[in-house]
């Protein structure tokens, strides 16, 4: 593979992005949105000694959610709408290969997407100089969510070159994005709601004069089960960032910013819950829970997911990219019915 007609396929792509002014006007949209996503989060995390740990986290998530957003339009018709437009085969009959042109065109759309965390890192700068952000934190947060925009444009140039129309591998690529975003949420909830357990609770009744020492009186109620199904968020490209960068925690435990905060709902549904209770005040007066955990304990006694989830996020895009190089391959043994090959 050579690199040099690999990058010349690359500028190829970014100038005819660049020559787009409605290019410029979204990446102008969304530093007005960071301005007031940060000037918000200074708000919300104004009680805490050092806020820079909670904008931070807040401003790479909205990065993350705009790649999610946008990027799918950008790369999902890279291949199939240059062959619409009749250019695909121009570059074809050149010395570069099926594979220079494919991985050109995955760069490109690598390099859209980052775009926006070109804009972003004012902002971040900003949060980082205001405190509480460690140089880890940021290193990591940085790393992974660069991985994730290499997931999400592979995914949509794999389907432009698998599909033969740009208006459904864009289609195609929402829905794949919106499986790992919003479908394993969905799978999470109704999953835990649907794999209930019975909990037995055991507690003295209470009379006029104070508990009744003398008998038990005992209670079943069902429980969602969300311990069983909760490894179907791993594959969530935010819980992938959050539970792979490292949390920060306050003096009582707590985690300080929004990285922390996600990754410590996960780890919690990892806890299977209590199937047998019991409350007994004739011993104690007060019902003691022997098994209550600090945040900071839940996170530092569970297990994390995120490289599963980023490695099959990673098999599904390269599966796509697999099939665009098979199906841009040159001479095509077999084309859908109507595709334009000049």
Known sequence: MSMQRVMTIVRLELTQRLRSVAWYV??????????????????????????????????????????????????????????????????????????????????????????????????????????????????????????????????????????????????????????FVLGTLIVFGLGGAALRS???????????????????????????RFDRVWWVLAANPFVVLADATPVEFSRDGYPVDLFGQIKLGVRAAQQAPELETRWDDCETGWRVDQNWETPQEIIEGSAPSWFVGLALQGVVAGLLMFGAVRRTDTPAKRLPPGTRIA
């Open 198 to 224: 019975e909990v037995t609770s055991q507690s003295r009744p209470y009379t006029e004069s104070g508990p009744d020492c003398e008998r038990w009186e005992t209670y079943t109620h069902e429980v969602p």
């Open 26 to 179: 979204l990446l102008g949209v969304f530093a007005v949105v960071l301005i007031g996503v940060t000037a918000l989060s200074l708000m919300i995390f104004s009680g805490v000694d050092e806020p820079g740990a909670g904008v931070y986290s807040v401003v790479v998530n909205i990065v993350l959610l705009l790649v999610v957003l946008i990027s799918p339009t950008l790369s999902g018709n890279a291949i199939n709408g240059d062959r619409e437009n009749a250019t695909l085969a121009a570059v074809q009959v050149t010395r570069a290969t099926t594979g220079e042109i494919v991985f050109g065109k995955l760069l490109a759309a690598v390099v859209t997407g980052s775009a926006f965390l070109v804009v972003a890192i004012p902002f971040l700068i900003f949060a980082m100089l205001t405190g509480g952000v460690s140089p880890l934190t940021g290193f990591v947060s940085v790393l992974v969510l660069l991985a994730e925009i290499v997931v999400v444009a592979a995914i949509g140039v794999g389907f432009s070159g698998v599909l033969a129309r740009g208006l459904f591998s864009v289609a195609a690529t929402y829905l794949v994005v919106a499986a």
